[in-house]
């Protein structure tokens, strides 16, 4: 498999599994992390695109289709990781998203919205509890299962924050809620497991057009008024790349780059975050 990567890290010590790696995201980590050396676990609850991303990595990839919301189907998964690999001692949190039923249709609130949009007061509950449950339950089980190989050798686990972990979006107060509590997490597990030799810290993304939010910013391929707010807030101008974040992701995989950085939330997000709008 070959991948450019803006420098190379050795990982050949490392056994990563890495969560929603069927993503379009985590596949590009889980690539990068194989690219310089590591033994990936791909970590998904979609079999068809864990297995197509170990295809494209070769005999270093071990596809694991997994729900990272049973924690029995964790254990399996822990275990069929220690018989191919050995323990684990990477741990990147990327399983996570949003969902329609957490979703306003308006902005803000106004005394006149017509009964027929999907208001804050016509949100599921059970949308709520499925985006918490998403972002937020699977990164803490995960680590409960994967972090204990790293108790005793130490170990590295990188969150999947968002811009939202900063400041939350309209439309989407699930999901920011969610990833503000990843960013927090990270922090505490970071002061938690220090003793242990144990990193954490996240990756924020700006804006980046996936498979979930697709619809949010282009309708019938053109750009949507979303879309052309999120840019004209963007210092740079344009949707993050993937490759935009492997730089980031790999200063953070290398203990002998980052070995004294922990608890930290790493905005990649053109400019988005440092910008107030004036």
């Known amino acids: ?16 599994v ?22 990936v676990a791909l970590l998904d609850i979609n079999e068809e695109a864990v297995k197509a991303v170990a295809a494209e990595i070769g005999e270093n990839a071990l596809p694991l289709a997994t729900n990272c919301l049973d924690k029995a189907a964790l254990l399996s998964a822990r275990e069929a990781v220690h018989a191919k690999f050995g323990a684990v001692n990477f741990l990147i949190n990327g399983a996570g998203g949003n969902n329609p039923r957490a979703t306003c249709d308006n902005e803000i609130m106004t005394p006149d919205l017509s009964d027929e949009t999907k208001s804050f007061f016509g949100l599921e509950e059970s949308g709520l509890r499925f985006v918490f449950d998403l972002n937020i339950t699977s990164a803490f ?19 999947i ?10 439309k989407i ?22 003793p242990c ?15 979930q939010n697709r619809d949010l910013l282009f309708k019938d391929g053109q750009p949507t008024p979303r879309t052309h707010k999120i840019l004209g807030h963007t210092p740079q101008n344009r949707f993050g790349e993937v490759s935009d974040l492997i730089g980031t992701l790999l200063f953070l995989a290398s203990d002998a780059a980052s070995g004294f950085v922990t608890g930290t939330v790493i905005p ?7 910008y107030s709008g004036v």
């Not at 990833?179 to 220090?194: D, P, Q, R, Y």
């Not at 030799?197 to 498979?211: D, K």
């Not at 990649?268 to 440092?274: H, I, T």
Request: charged residues 15%.
């Open 1 to 16: 498999m070959e991948m450019k990567l803006p420098f190379l890290v050795d990982l050949s010590d490392k056994v990563a």
């Open 18 to 39: 890495v969560t929603g790696a069927g993503g379009v995201l985590m596949r590009e980590f889980a690539k990068a992390l194989a690219a310089c050396g590591a033994r």
């Open 141 to 159: 089980l995960t680590t409960q299962v994967f972090a204990e190989d790293m108790i005793k050798t130490g170990g590295n686990i990188i969150n």
């Open 161 to 170: 924050s968002s811009m939202n972990g900063f400041r939350p979006l309209t």
């Open 173 to 194: 107060p699930a999901y920011s809620a969610a990833k503000a509590g990843i960013s927090n997490f990270t922090e505490w597990l970071a002061v938690h497991f220090a």
């Open 197 to 211: 030799g144990i990193r954490c810290n996240a990756i924020a993304p700006g804006f980046f057009v996936t498979n």
């Open 268 to 274: 990649v997000d053109g400019g988005f975050n440092a």
